[in-house]
């Protein structure tokens, strides 16, 4: 990954999706839009209940964040197992030549090259969480100021 210059952020593409409806499913939306309306007394665009959706995404940030967390320990623990084994080699080099090839060293390596995709993963669904709980706060904090406005008005 850090060879390729791979980041949470180039890992995956967005494309464009575009969805096209027949006219028959068209208008069976906008029936429905308007039983909706009909049917609805109160409008909901101040309602300022968070129906739990702020804590939900705080919680799935919370179990991302211990996830990264515990792949940062993992790194650690790979970092050590790594100068150990380096220096077993050195040892072993100078006592006699080395044909290089370690097994212990290549599983290591191979586990670890896995896990740091992993990291990526998560690092990305952080990120995405922080931008999903920005992005709601600042609509509650909308509503908040126009429900405040209205509430001075009266």
Do not use: W
Not at 78 to 96: A, E, F, P, T, W
Not at 136 to 154: D, I, N, R, S
Request: charged share 25%.
């Amino acid at each position: 990954a850090k060879l390729a210059s791979l980041n949470f952020e180039t890992l995956f593409e967005e494309l464009p999706v575009v969805f096209k409806n027949s006219h028959l499913v068209n208008s069976l939306l906008c029936e429905i839009d308007e039983q909706t309306r009909l049917s609805s007394k109160s409008n909901s665009f101040l309602d300022l209940g968070t129906n739990g959706n702020l804590e939900r995404q705080l919680r799935s940030l919370i179990d991302c964040v211990d996830e990264f967390s515990a792949d940062a320990l993992r790194y650690t623990n790979y970092q050590k197992q790594l100068q150990r084994q380096q220096s077993r080699r050195n040892q072993r080099d100078s006592n006699r030549r080395n044909d290089g090839y370690d097994e212990d060293f290549e599983r290591m390596t191979k586990m670890f090259s896995q896990s740091r995709r992993n990291a990526l993963v998560t690092a990305s669904q952080i990120n995405h969480q922080c931008d999903n709980i920005t992005e709601f706060t600042a609509q509650g904090l909308a509503k908040l100021f126009m429900a405040q406005a209205v509430h001075e008005k009266q």
